[in-house]
């Protein structure tokens, strides 16, 4: 856990959180005992190539998974309750304590039901509020997300919405019940640019205008050095390494999984025809674990204990961050 947390501060801990699903191949553990800290109030990234576990891990959390799917966990705790993942919690958690962001919100909105329906919904259902009272309400969540016209989007239909204008109805949605941990899954996915950061300012607006936590999952490291205050970096179902955004901006970072994303990242003050760097091959089948480290067949500095043993997680004693390398990325090595 990186330097300036502790327990008391945490409003989820999540240590060993494993989450199986049924193939025709045998089990599939798309995460496979991740940790991860979220403190009150802030802003943590996970960040990690397709297929690393993020949003698997966002819904293991929301119990939003396939039929037959198997969560377990070390330890599971959230605002200082202890959660059973195989027990879901009572549906009035949703919402009130933990709300999501889908990634696309086309699909999360229901097609044949009104803006307006749909935001009144969880204020029905958790608050209690009668139909004209959630309709006003409905209205102002629109106002504040920065709909203009809000009245009158109430009964329009998600089609008739601009593909920013739905991630904003969907924020709505999401924060309509005053959650403590609001859960981003790439919340800006098929945004053109400026439109990407107009969602981002406005969900860090909305945390810290309703004092929630944050978990923002992205595939782009350096959107998120500019918009979390911690960062879990995710690979193959594991989160390898997990710390302060100050060492991901200054490429202080520990684990070569990292070092590599932040590489890999185009920087756009390089001169003309610079070569862009790449992670060579790819992640390993989720059915055929290597025995050792999950990253050696693509890290230039593997040797034979990182194919033959998996690393532990050790903490770097001057930052507090967490890592699980036998041969980290030492600061003063220069990223090139």
């Known amino acids: 856990m990186p330097s300036g947390t502790d327990s008391t501060t945490d409003l989820l801990v999540v240590r060993g959180l494993r989450t199986t699903l049924r193939t025709p191949r045998g089990p599939l553990a798309v995460v496979d005992g991740a940790d991860l800290r979220v403190p009150r109030r802030t802003t943590v990234g996970v960040v990690g190539e397709s297929g690393s576990g993020k949003t698997m891990f966002a819904r293991s959390l929301m119990n939003l998974l396939p039929a037959g799917a198997e969560v377990t966990a070390e330890e599971l705790t959230f605002d200082d309750r ?22 696309d919100p086309m699909t999360a909105l229901n097609p044949v039901r ?26 102002e969540l629109l106002g504040h997300v920065g709909i203009p016209a809000p009245w009158s989007r109430l009964d329009q239909y998600p089609h008739e919405l601009s593909g920013g204008m739905r991630q904003r109805v969907m924020i709505a949605v999401a924060i309509s ?21 107009q969602i981002l300012a406005l969900l860090r607006r909305l945390k810290d205008e309703h004092g929630m936590a944050m978990l923002l999952i992205s595939h782009d490291i350096a959107l998120l050095a500019d918009e979390v205050d911690q960062v879990g970096v995710m ?30 990242h185009p920087d756009v003050n390089a001169p003309a025809r610079t070569r862009l760097e790449s992670i060579p091959g790819g992640p390993p089948d989720l059915l055929a674990m290597p025995e050792g480290c999950r990253f050696a067949a693509r890290c230039e500095h593997a040797r034979e204990i990182c194919r033959a043993t998996a690393p532990q997680p050790t903490r770097d004693p001057r930052t507090g961050a967490a890592f699980t390398c036998h041969f980290p990325h030492e600061p003063a090595e220069e990223l090139v």
């Open 82 to 103: 202890e959660l059973d993942p195989r027990r879901p919690p009572h549906r009035h958690f949703w919402g009130t304590e933990i709300s999501m962001v889908f990634q």
């Open 114 to 139: 009104t803006v307006g329906a749909q935001i009144c919904d969880p204020l029905r259902v958790h608050q209690g509020m009668g139909r004209g009272v959630a309709r006003r309400r409905a209205a």
């Open 177 to 197: 019940c005053e959650p403590k941990l609001l859960v981003a899954d790439e919340p800006t996915t098929g945004l053109d640019v400026t439109v990407q950061r």
């Open 235 to 264: 690979y193959a179902g594991q989160v390898v390494e997990h710390t302060d955004v100050a060492q991901i901006r200054g490429k202080a970072v520990r684990h070569r999984y990292t070092r590599a994303l932040l590489q890999a």
